[in-house]
């Protein structure tokens, strides 16, 4: 699975953003079989813009499932151009570019 | 500065050294609980207990077979004014599951959570008059957290 996908499709004035991103979400509190915590690997920030606007910040926490799903909505047409960045407690950033259909 | 409380400070400076290198104050890295995380958790429990209940979407499993992964849709576009909106699980080691700015964009937010056990979730709608809150029960069979 590539490590992130978006899909932007415009309707009525308004465009539904999907996206699927591969992380594996370690909230840091899980245990492994040997009874050690697993560190903690999830993503913290993330956000969404639409030509290069802010649409969306969000602070996200380590109970959101493994492999997050997110969709969004915002206002726009076909053809505006939708960019999602995330980032881990790692440090670790993800980025996808689509021009919405 | 006089010499009491240039001992004073050494002291404290030293006490600090020390149980750094005890690992004491080490900073728990295992949770990565950043102290922006702790400010919006702690302000969402608090909004919880302020809020009125409010008229959105509201949309959750009522009985969720896999605990880690919940879906959850917050609708409240239907609302003026919101400026957040935030996803908390009371039963939750780490209640809050994530915040989201509505900065140009509907208040419209699907996910997936990871629900430890059965609980009540507040979906809150944080809007220029004021904090609105929805809960719902979902019941857990298979805990979201591995244990």
Known sequence: ?101 | MNRRLFLQRSIAITSIATAVGAGLLMPIKAFANTSEFKKISDKAKEQISNAKEGDFIFKAPEIAENGAMVPITIDASNMPGVKSIAIYVRKNKTPLSAHFEILEASAAITTRIKMAETSIITAVIETVSGDFIKNKSVKVTLGGCGG
Not at chain 1, 19 to 43: D, T, Y
Request: overall charge positive.
């Open chain 1, 1 to 101: 699975m590539k490590k992130i996908k978006l899909k932007a499709k415009s309707r009525s004035g308004l465009i539904t953003v999907r996206v699927l991103i591969k992380h594996p979400m370690e909230s840091g509190s899980r245990k492994n079989k040997s009874g050690q915590l697993i560190p903690a690997n999830h993503i913290t920030n993330l956000s969404l813009k639409k030509n290069n606007r802010l649409a969306i910040k969000a602070t996200i926490g380590g109970t959101i499932s493994e492999n997050p799903f997110f969709q969004f909505k915002i206002p726009g047409i076909k053809g505006d151009e939708i960019s999602f960045e995330s980032i881990d407690n790692l440090g670790k950033t993800l980025q996808i570019t689509k021009i919405s259909k």
